[in-house]
């Protein structure tokens, strides 16, 4: 017989605890009494002794015996000859790293992990898995106690936000794939529904916390080489909070200021006139739990010209973008683009044409074929209306939408996630994606050829949207868990913030181990490049309100069941009618002697 809980039979120590009723000497009552000679062979007890003598009814075996039943099943036995096999699921995001007093959530986490394991079988089998940047198993699976106290040691969080998971489907189906006789999840979610073969062990409070929810570094226009910083800086607490807020360029300050912000509010914060420098950073100087989303870190765009590949059939339309100061535009037809080299330049941008599949750098989709990646077509409109349009949004800013006439134009249907920016009475008519750290932009009318002053409404959108492609430019949008487009001309070397190093090669184009926050750097001879990487994941930040992981209920028996578990209610509920019981059947002396106020002979 093993035992899933063994710290339950600790409990047996407080079993003589059972007798103190029992010694207990009932307080002298005054009872009227015809002769006192009844009472003289009594007399040599002594007045001030505390205690009486032992009587135990037959009901306090019974009572024990029950009692003694309830704290084994407690321990949850099991009886097999296969070994016990468990499963420990750490929560590793980047919420774990709050400080609960002294310690981080995901060190007690450990310390809860030690203890389940220090107190296990060594007939125990435990497979440990990790919750980011997926719920999958660490190490080899089936591993003895001894083993996985060894592994857990080298766990760390990551600076990743998790995935949209609903943890209880996704334990029950462990629970029914793997065979797991016990399943211990140890986060820091508040859980409901506790009980059964699948445990939840939640570390950690609510707490207050300010966090850097954004950071960019951006020129004023593709045509300036005056920088600007923005920073989004959110407070997550019902109270106000003042703080120091400072920018800085490769570790020297650049700027600083004190502000305070309204609780549960957001505030943008800007900075401009500062010098060039390879990275930036901006810190938020307040102590609260979570230290990781209190500093971010952007790499300025490029300070080369802002190039743009043009593919379209009709060649002069996208070639007026020359008119613009700053730009410089190639423009092949559909065909040649297969074996164009894009490397070079900044922007795509389709015109009545589309890529297989989408690019490695920003695009523009401008009334793209049916067979594209993005959306489906609509309802073509010709004259279109304007119904609406985001705003505040950097793509319709200071666009007069009464003015704003295509002469022609298709609602889209987006194929996957999108957001809408302009839409018509048939559907949207612009939508922008942002995915893997590029922006794609799908346009449903035709905003070329660019005419300047002759058409300002089309004009002033076209350098919206030529705006909005530049400030994406760089590292500043990277978020933690995206991968690196990392374009290398010839082998070289990854470093990541931690100081790890991997070899990169001529023909690598991705880079997904982006799970800490920091500068990644890629050195190619004397060549070197930055990347900067941020947590950008609001409900890591809000420490006040983590979202409660609902158990299911278990269906069926998979593994080797814990005997007798799913009776302890019913023994305790027995255990508390035998105490009625008792009192019925052997009342206190004050129930027995109420009934009369004479003496009894």
Same mark, same amino acid.
């Given at each position: 017989m093993e035992f899933l809980n063994p710290a339950a039979l600790y409990a047996f120590f407080g079993?003589?605890?059972?007798?103190?009723?029992?010694?207990?000497?009932?307080?002298?009552?005054?009872?009227?009494?015809?002769?006192?000679?009844?009472?003289?062979?009594?007399?040599?007890?002594?007045?001030?002794?505390?205690?009486?003598?032992?009587?135990?009814?037959?009901?306090?075996?019974?009572?024990?015996?029950?009692?003694?039943?309830?704290?084994?099943?407690?321990?949850?036995?099991?009886?097999?000859?296969?070994?016990?096999?468990?499963?420990i699921i750490l929560d590793n995001s980047a919420s774990m790293q709050a400080l609960e007093g002294q310690r981080s959530r995901f060190a007690m986490a450990l310390d809860e992990a030690r203890d389940l394991l220090s107190s296990s079988s060594p007939r125990t089998r435990v497979d440990l898995f990790l919750t980011v940047p997926r719920l999958e198993r660490v190490g080899k699976d089936a591993l003895t106690p001894t083993e996985a106290l060894t592994l857990?040691?080298?766990?760390?969080?990551?600076?990743?936000?998790?995935?949209?998971?609903?943890y209880g489907e996704e334990l029950l189906r462990l629970k029914r794939e793997k065979g797991y006789e016990r399943i211990f999840f140890l986060t820091d979610h508040p859980v409901r529904g506790q009980g059964g073969a699948i445990k939840v062990v939640s570390v950690g409070r609510s707490k207050e916390n300010l966090a850097i929810t954004s950071f960019h570094v951006t020129k004023h226009s593709f045509g300036s080489s005056q920088l600007q910083a923005r920073v989004e800086i959110t407070n997550f607490?019902?109270?106000?909070?003042?703080?120091?807020?400072?920018?800085?360029?490769?570790?020297?300050?650049?700027?600083?200021?004190?502000?305070?912000?309204?609780?549960?509010?957001?505030?943008?914060?800007?900075?401009?006139?500062?010098?060039?420098?390879?990275?930036?950073?901006?810190?938020?100087?307040?102590?609260?739990?979570?230290?990781l989303d209190n500093r971010r870190l952007a790499v300025p765009p490029a300070s080369k010209? +802002?190039?743009?590949?043009?593919? $379209?059939?009709? %060649?002069?339309?996208?070639?007026? *973008?020359? /008119?613009? &100061?700053?730009?410089?535009?190639?423009?092949?037809?559909?065909?040649?683009?297969?074996?164009?080299?894009?490397?070079?330049?900044?922007?795509?941008? +389709?015109?009545?044409?589309?890529? $297989?599949?989408? %690019?490695?750098?920003?695009?523009? *989709?401008? /009334?793209? &074929?049916?067979?594209?990646?993005?959306?489906?077509?609509?309802?073509?409109?010709?004259?279109?209306?304007?119904?609406?349009?985001?705003?505040?949004?950097?793509?319709?800013?200071?666009?007069?939408?009464?003015?704003?006439?295509?002469?022609?134009?298709?609602?889209?249907?987006?194929?996957?996630?999108?957001?809408?920016?302009?839409?018509?009475?048939?559907?949207?008519?612009?939508?922008?994606?942002?995915?893997?750290?590029?922006?794609?932009?799908?346009?449903?009318?035709?905003?070329?050829?660019?005419?300047?002053?002759?058409n300002l409404p089309m004009s002033i959108f076209t350098m919206n949207f030529?705006?909005?492609?530049?400030?994406?430019?760089?590292?500043?949008?990277?978020?933690?868990?995206?991968?690196?487009?990392?374009?290398?001309q010839e082998d070289g070397v990854l470093a990541t913030p931690k100081g790890d190093k991997f070899p990169i090669r001529k023909d690598s184009s991705l880079f997904s181990q982006t799970f800490f926050q920091g500068l990644y750097q890629v050195v190619q001879g004397d060549r070197q490049a930055l990347f900067a990487v941020n947590l950008q994941n609001v409900k890591e930040s809000d420490l006040s309100n983590p979202v409660p992981i609902d158990l299911k209920e278990e269906t069926g028996n998979s593994g080797s069941p814990s005997l007798l578990f799913s009776l302890w209610p019913y023994l305790l509920l027995l255990s508390v009618l035998l105490l009625v019981l008792e009192w019925f059947v052997n009342p206190p002396a004050t129930e027995r002697s109420s009934g009369s106020s004479g003496a009894r002979l």
């Open positions: 079993l003589p605890l059972l007798l103190i009723p029992y010694l207990m000497r009932r307080t002298p009552r005054r009872v009227v009494f015809s002769s006192l000679l009844l009472l003289q062979e009594f007399s040599f007890r002594r007045e001030g002794r505390p205690w009486g003598r032992l009587r135990v009814p037959p009901i306090f075996f019974l009572q024990l015996l029950f009692l003694s039943l309830l704290i084994l099943v407690l321990g949850e036995p099991v009886l097999s000859v296969h070994p016990i096999k468990i499963a857990i040691s080298g766990l760390r969080p990551y600076d990743l936000g998790e995935a949209a998971v609903d607490s019902p109270r106000e909070g003042r703080f120091r807020l400072s920018l800085k360029g490769e570790g020297k300050v650049l700027s600083a200021g004190t502000h305070t912000l309204a609780p549960r509010n957001s505030m943008t914060a800007s900075f401009e006139g500062f010098p060039f420098h390879p990275y930036y950073e901006v810190e938020l100087e307040v102590s609260d739990a979570l230290a010209e +802002f190039k743009i590949l043009g593919i $379209s059939p009709r %060649p002069e339309a996208v070639h007026s *973008l020359r /008119l613009i &100061p700053g730009l410089g535009v190639d423009v092949i037809s559909p065909g040649a683009y297969e074996k164009s080299k894009d490397e070079e330049h900044s922007l795509q941008i +389709f015109h009545f044409s589309a890529p $297989s599949q989408l %690019p490695q750098s920003h695009a523009l *989709l401008v /009334l793209p &074929p049916r067979e594209n990646p993005l959306v489906a077509q609509g309802r073509a409109v010709s004259p279109p209306v304007i119904s609406a349009w985001r705003e505040p949004h950097p793509l319709t800013r200071y666009v007069n939408f009464a003015l704003f006439r295509p002469v022609y134009a298709r609602s889209l249907k987006p194929l996957s996630f999108a957001d809408s920016i302009i839409e018509g009475p048939e559907g949207p008519l612009v939508i922008a994606v942002e995915h893997g750290g590029f922006r794609y932009l799908v346009l449903g009318f035709d905003p070329f050829p660019y005419l300047g002053r002759e030529l705006e909005w492609f530049y400030q994406g430019l760089g590292g500043s949008v990277t978020a933690t868990g995206e991968p690196l487009q990392v374009r290398v």
